[in-house]
C-alpha cells in the first residue's frame, strides 16, 4: 500500500471515515495472511472483526509525534487486536497444548542428554512414539505456532497467543530485556537443524507460505509444517533453559 498523506478533522484527530475506508484493504489483507496459519475452525469474518477494531483503536491513539508512519503503527494494532481476539477465545485445544509441552520437554532431555539437537527419530523414540504418530503430532499443531518473539519464552501454561503491542511506550528496562530476548531467539535460530533454519528464513524474514517453501526444500507442504512445528518446539524448549 503506497503511503499517502493523512487526513485530519479541524479538531486535529485523523477522519474516522476516511481511515477506515482507506485501510479497510489493509485489515483483511493482515486477516487473510494470519488465516493461512490456522486452522479451519478459525473464521475469517472473525479475524477481519477483529482487525478492524484494532484499526480503529489505532487511528484514536496515533499522533504523528510517535515518530512512525500511521500504516506501521496501525499494523502493529490490527495484528495485537486478532492476537487477542484468538487468545480470548482459547481456540487451541488443551490436547495440542499438552502435546506440544511434551514435545519441548523431550527436546530438552535430549538436548541436555546428548548435547545436541536431537533428530526426530530421537524425539519420536523419546515419546514413544511410531515416528508417523510423532509426524501427525506435529501437523496437527499447525497455527499453535503463530507466535511473537515474547511468547516463545512464555510459561507453557499461558496461552499459546500474546499480543506483540502494548498499549504505552515500553520502558527502558523492557527495551533492553526485549533486546535480550531478540538476541536469544536469533541465536537458538542459529542452532537449529541447517533445514530447519532455512525453513526459519524463508518463512519470517522472507515471508513465503508453506507450500513455496516446499518447493525450496524439494518437500510437499505437510512436510513443511511439521518442520515448522519441531523447529518452535526446538526454540521454545531452549530458550526456556536459558
Known sequence: MTAVPMVYTPAGKLDRERCVE??????????????????????????????????????????EAQGAQFETYATQRIRGAILDGLREI??????????????????RKLEHRHGRAPTEHEIAAELELPLDDYHKM???????????????????????????????????LDQILDRDLRERVVAAIEDLPEREKTLMGLYYEQELNFREIG???????????????????RLRSRLKTR
Do not use: F, N
Open 22 to 63: 482507506q485501510y479497510a484493504p489493509l485489515v483483511k489483507r493482515i486477516a487473510h495472511y494470519m488465516m493461512a496459519k490456522l486452522p479451519a475452525s478459525v473464521e475469517l469474518d472473525d479475524l477481519i472483526q477483529a482487525g478492524m477494531l484494532g484499526l480503529l483503536d489505532a487511528i484514536g491513539r496515533y499522533e
Open 90 to 107: 482459547d481456540w487451541v485445544p488443551r490436547s495440542l497444548r499438552r502435546d506440544m509441552r511434551r514435545i519441548e520437554t523431550a527436546v
Open 138 to 172: 506435529l501437523q496437527e499443531a499447525r497455527g499453535c505456532q503463530l507466535v511473537s518473539y515474547e511468547e516463545l519464552s512464555a510459561s507453557a501454561d499461558q496461552c499459546l497467543l500474546e499480543s506483540e503491542v502494548e498499549g504505552s511506550a515500553p520502558a527502558p
Open 215 to 233: 518447493k525450496v526444500l524439494g518437500v510437499g507442504e505437510s512436510r513443511v509444517c511439521q518442520l515448522h512445528s519441531q523447529a518452535m518446539a
